[in-house]
């Protein structure tokens, strides 16, 4: 059973995000804000699910949130800023957008940047540890595989449907036989092979 909160007595947003090991596409994240001693027995790392489940407890984290938000950052910024700052900024954009005030923030994994004057606590695998960690990872995922769904369909060459972006041999390959699109983060070792490829079809 996974953890309410972290803080006693708080008003605790629990964030995460995903896509961040994409080859493509923009960095999401997520944050929400449960009732106090919220119990869920079916949230969980959205890793640990399948993406039939994610979308059913995406409707239950929309429907029983005191407030979520989804944050965006782009494949340019990520290049401008690199992905660890591009997921911070995310999660950063996401608290900005709840419409309640958090009092303290709970984020998956080990790294983060203060958000305004607010304590904060990094938890490694925190997604299958707290409720509000895991339900920001489910709609970090869904709305990103929404969002490479839709791209897909302007550039089905790629395969985006299948790995939402990811470097899966496909991917690869089809970026060695059309170069890349706009979308892709040209900071990254794209064919895997220590070569960037700059150009554009």
Not at 60 to 71: F, H, K, L, N, P
Request: aromatic residues 10%; proline residues 4%; hydrophobic residues 35%.
């Amino acid at each position: 059973m996974l953890e309410s909160h972290f803080y006693e007595g708080k008003i605790e947003a629990g964030c995460d995000e995903a896509g961040r090991g994409c080859l493509a596409g923009s960095v999401y994240a997520a944050a929400v804000i449960f009732p106090p001693d919220y119990n869920n027995p079916e949230l969980n790392d959205s890793k640990k699910l399948s993406a039939k489940k994610r979308y059913e407890l995406r409707k239950t984290v929309e429907r029983d949130a005191i407030a979520w938000a989804v944050g965006i950052v782009t494949a340019e910024e990520i290049d401008k800023i690199n992905i660890l700052n591009a997921s911070i900024l995310a999660m950063h954009r996401a608290l900005d957008q709840l419409k309640v005030r958090p009092e303290a923030v709970i984020v998956d994994g080990n790294r983060f940047k203060k958000y305004r004057d607010l304590p904060h606590t990094t938890i490694v695998k925190g997604d299958g540890k707290y409720l509000s960690i895991a339900a920001a990872s489910i709609l970090a995922k869904t709305f990103r595989d929404d969002y490479m769904d839709e791209l897909a369909e302007q550039y089905p060459q790629y395969d985006w449907k299948s790995n939402k972006g990811y470097p899966t041999k496909k991917h690869r390959a089809a970026i060695k036989q059309y170069g890349i699109t706009p979308l892709h983060r040209k900071s990254y070792n794209l064919l895997g092979d220590g070569q960037l490829s700059f150009e554009f079809k």
